[in-house]
């Protein structure tokens, strides 16, 4: 039997594109920490806590996009 269908809001998918964004540049600068300064960016001048300010900041806003299209998910019924 197949699942129903599920019809989503443009919220949804802005959160779900959202969280994947910033999930895979909060991989990129946890494993790549100066990634940034490849692009001649320098805003610590290689001491490093800005590196990490980001990667803080990536997760947050990772998560914070990933638990709000998760409640959309739930949220959105099943199509009939």
């Not at 994947?20 to 692009?39: K, Y």
């Amino acid at each position: 039997m197949k699942p129903p269908h599920r019809r989503f809001r443009t919220r949804f998918w802005v959160e779900i594109t959202s969280a994947s964004i910033f999930g895979a540049l909060f991989v990129l600068t946890l494993f790549w920490r100066d990634w940034i300064e490849a692009f001649g960016i320098e805003p610590d001048n290689h001491d490093g806590t800005a590196e990490w300010l980001l990667v803080a900041v990536l997760f947050v806003v990772f998560a914070v996009s990933a638990v709000c299209a998760r409640s959309e998910w739930r949220r959105t019924a099943p199509a009939r």
